[in-house]
């Protein structure tokens, strides 16, 4: 079950393009092993991984950081053509420390 989405978009040229992510809902696949999946519908096809956790807590934060982590590593985000609400003002996905310095707008300031 889908408990959250967003829509980015991928501006190339004059045509925009939506990029949907999906969040799952945390299932526990055995005692103190959650998985939360997550789906990108890149241009080149759909990528669904998942973050796993000892709780559904830690499963989720972990997906939404690793969602974070693919996009600011994505070659769409490098090319500057990827973005949210407004280009440069940033995903809304937290990232890891060693991700931080690819932050950009309200990410960099708040996450």
């Not at 991928?10 to 696949?29: K, Y």
Request: hydrophobic share 40%; charged share 20%.
């Amino acid at each position: 079950m889908v408990i959250a989405s967003r829509t980015l978009t991928l501006r190339n040229g004059d045509a925009e393009a939506e990029i949907p992510i999906s969040i799952f809902a945390p299932e526990c696949r055995n005692p103190g092993a959650w998985e939360c999946r997550y789906d990108i519908g890149w241009p080149e096809g759909p990528r669904s991984y998942a973050g796993w956790g000892v709780d559904s807590v830690q499963a989720l934060l972990i997906t939404l950081g690793m969602i974070g982590a693919e996009l600011y590593s994505s070659s769409y985000h490098a090319s500057g053509n990827l973005f949210w609400d407004e280009p440069g003002n940033g995903f809304g996905f937290p990232v890891a420390p060693t991700l931080r310095d690819l932050l950009q707008g309200d990410d960099a300031k708040y996450l």
